[in-house]
């Protein structure tokens, strides 16, 4: 049987193709890895629900108000402005303080570039579908809702109902003392 033999190779030849097939290795590995993107991009927004009527004195009658708009306007926060794959959308969803929603509190999930009003041009001849479920179940619901819409599956489950139109524009979730309301625009 013969002996090993070790073979020594000219360093400088070598170093090119290592560096080469690492460089492979480490884009094939980040490829794979990478988070499945959606296909739109999604902003999160926070409607912090405030009484109009509740912050009139005296001084103040309800005509002097702000027109509605610019009252609901000045209550929207952004959240979160891109959300372009899964990963970005659970880094957010699992540190959410979902129990610290308080009542007519809202939190949207829209296109990006959409607007959570009627008046932004995206939503002018849309329609919302809303369900009522009992709050212990509401955050699952929410949830099971936002990935169908975020990962645009939720257009195929209903595609017998409403054909070729682009249904999958935002979510919504509301708290209520017993139940939850959830929302879907379309």
Request: glycine share 2%; charged share 20%; net charge negative.
């Amino acid at each position: 049987m013969d002996r090993p033999i070790i073979q020594v190779n000219d360093y400088e030849q070598h170093q090119g193709a290592a560096s080469t097939t690492r460089k492979t290795l480490h884009q094939n590995l980040l490829v794979k890895l990478r988070p499945l993107p959606f296909q739109y991009h999604w902003t999160v927004w926070f409607d912090k629900h405030s009484d109009p009527l509740a912050h009139t004195t005296f001084t103040t009658s309800i005509q002097n108000l702000p027109p509605l708009q610019q009252q609901y306007s000045s209550r929207l926060t952004v959240l979160y402005e891109d959300v372009a794959d899964i990963a970005t959308f659970y880094r957010i969803y699992n540190n959410y303080p979902w129990d610290r929603i308080r009542l007519r509190d809202t939190v949207h999930i829209f296109r990006k570039g959409v607007q959570p009003v009627w008046e932004d041009p995206e939503n002018m001849n849309g329609g919302c579908w809303t369900f009522r479920v009992p709050k212990v179940k509401g955050q699952e619901f929410f949830h099971e809702v936002v990935i169908l819409v975020m990962a645009n599956e939720l257009q195929a489950a209903i595609e017998s109902v409403a054909e070729n139109q682009d249904m999958n524009k935002s979510t919504t979730m509301s708290s209520a003392s017993a139940y939850q309301s959830d929302s879907i625009a379309t």
